[in-house]
């Protein structure tokens, strides 16, 4: 069992910045596969970014080139580093974790992640 707690998130203007963080409880954090998602009012989660046990990363075509995912198992921490914000990268942000044997697997969608945290909220103005 592991518990997620995102934070980091507000209200940018456009073209700003946010760096999320997102603390992992326990002590077999390395173990863990992170991704990161969002959901806009009214729309599905969607995956924005992922990174592997071994730092292999992927990112939904919107995100890259503007987004970073990165972790530091020292500090149970998975960030998303969010540049060049637009409005339409509005949503609440999550967290994710799945327990993965492999160190080079990404995973890229909701149902492969077996624990999430509460979210935090980014709000992008025009």
């Known amino acids: 069992q592991v518990q997620l707690v995102e934070s980091g998130g507000g209200l940018v203007q456009a073209g700003g910045s946010l760096r999320l963080s997102c603390a992992a409880s326990?002590?077999?954090?390395?173990?863990?596969?992170m991704g990161w998602f969002r959901q806009a009012p009214g729309k599905e989660r969607e995956f924005v970014a992922a990174?592997?046990?071994?730092?292999?990363?992927v990112y939904v075509d919107s995100a890259k080139g503007r987004f970073t995912i990165s972790r530091e198992n020292a500090k149970n921490t998975v960030y998303l580093q969010m540049n060049s914000l637009k409005p339409e990268d509005t949503a609440l942000y999550y967290c994710a974790a799945k327990g993965t044997p492999a160190r080079g697997i990404v995973l890229t969608t909701r149902h492969e992640y077996a624990y999430w945290g509460q979210g935090t909220q980014v709000t992008v103005s025009s």
């Open positions: 326990g002590r077999t954090f390395s173990s863990y596969a």
């Open positions: 990174i592997s046990r071994s730092g292999s990363t």
